[in-house]
């Protein structure tokens, strides 16, 4: 970590644009059927039986939601394709291509991008989705990164965020509020190497913290679970900006309200123990954090037995009414109301 490796640099220029799109996606081979024609034309062509079509794009820009003194090029490109498979899980369906645009100045070598694409190709490969297209260009200053996904679901199997309805249970996939650590393990470590650059960290109390942030995984288990089960959704989002902000979310859009129980939100030990050593309040952490990349999704009722006692899922809740307000019932009782702080919200304290 922050080592300046003094590896070979190759300059962009050297290849030109076809050149490095060449070089960077040559080992590409197709893998669904609906992948008719990827990379090499004006367009790529797609052809979907029957299915309804998702579709979802997210822009990363550098400086503002990474920074490259701590995170690995390698793990930016998995991390990146991550964030916009979760979007097409958290529909309910499957991700089947990715298309990657990238802006980059000449600040990075050759062998950046061959990193940056390490990863993307590895999350592909994991995810089983194409890499079909994308775009390249030069930026003045900083690295961008935007990736559309693409994905099919049966159009009943679509769920939406709007389905809620009071009595539902709210169910939360994994665990959440790692990932904000592991960003305040980081951001700590960045600190401490700029007043000590031989210092070397221990960080065995907070690899899981980290791994979440800089190695997040894409729920695509969750759509096959369900479907497993036999229990189809009535709402469903991903966990991007914190616990909170996403269940406001979901009653917002389907005009409800909530009760979330403090004691019943998922915890890896690692957050408990690392919140009590920074002083942090692990609840906040857990509402606020963010980056989880995990699924919240509310169930009716009569479908509790079909998912009581899996491992995967969590029932941390239920919907009420709207006039009733969301509320988070505290450890001793409480009720206190829901409020809407994403992490940038916390980062900015
Ligand atoms: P055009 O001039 O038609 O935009 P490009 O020269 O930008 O075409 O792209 C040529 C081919 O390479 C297209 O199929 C495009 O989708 C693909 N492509 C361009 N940049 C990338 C990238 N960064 N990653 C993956 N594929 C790319
Ligand atoms: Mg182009």
């Not at 797609?46 to 793990?75: A, N, R």
């Not at 998995?78 to 964030?83: A, D, G, L, P, R």
């Amino acid at each position: 970590m922050f080592e300046d490796k003094n590896e070979q640099r190759t300059p962009l220029s050297e290849l030109g644009e076809f050149g490095l799109i060449q070089h960077l996606t040559s080992m590409v081979e197709l893998q669904h059927t609906s992948s008719i024609k990827g990379i090499g034309d004006d367009a790529a062509v797609l052809e979907f039986d029957k299915k309804q079509i998702l579709l979802t794009t997210d822009m990363l820009v550098e400086g503002v939601h990474f920074d490259l003194s701590y995170v690995p090029l390698k793990h930016l490109g998995y991390k990146s394709v991550m964030v916009n498979l979760s979007d097409v899980y958290a529909m309910n369906g499957n991700a089947t291509q990715i298309t990657v645009s990238i802006a980059v100045s000449n600040r990075f070598p050759l062998e950046a991008l061959e990193e940056l694409y390490e990863g993307i190709h590895l999350a592909c490969k994991k995810y089983n989705v194409d890499l079909i297209g994308g775009d390249t260009t030069s930026s003045t200053k900083g690295l961008i990164i935007s990736i559309t996904a693409i994905g099919e679901a049966d159009k009943e199997n679509v769920v939406y965020r709007n389905g809620a309805k009071p009595n539902d249970l709210l169910v939360v996939t994994g665990d959440v509020g790692a990932s904000y650590l592991g960003l305040q393990v980081l951001e700590r470590e960045k600190e401490v190497f700029k007043v000590n650059p031989n210092s070397q960290p221990d960080l065995n109390n907070y690899t899981y913290l980290i791994e979440r942030q800089l190695k997040p995984e894409a729920r695509k288990d969750i759509p096959q679970l369900l479907k497993a089960l036999e229990v189809k959704p009535t709402s469903m989002i991903d966990i991007s900006d914190g616990l909170s902000s996403e269940i406001i979310h979901i009653c917002t859009q389907s005009k409800v309200g909530c009760n979330l129980f403090e004691d019943k939100i998922p915890l890896d030990p690692q957050v408990i123990s690392t919140c009590e050593e920074f002083n942090l309040d692990s609840t906040t952490i857990a509402l606020s954090g963010g980056e989880d990349y995990e699924l919240l999704f509310t169930i009716a009722l009569d479908d509790f037995d079909k998912i009581k006692g899996n491992p995967n899922v969590t029932v941390i809740g239920h919907i009420t009414e709207e006039r009733d307000g969301k509320h988070l019932i505290t450890r001793v009782g409480q009720k206190v109301e829901l409020t809407a702080q994403g992490w940038n919200a916390l980062s900015n304290k």
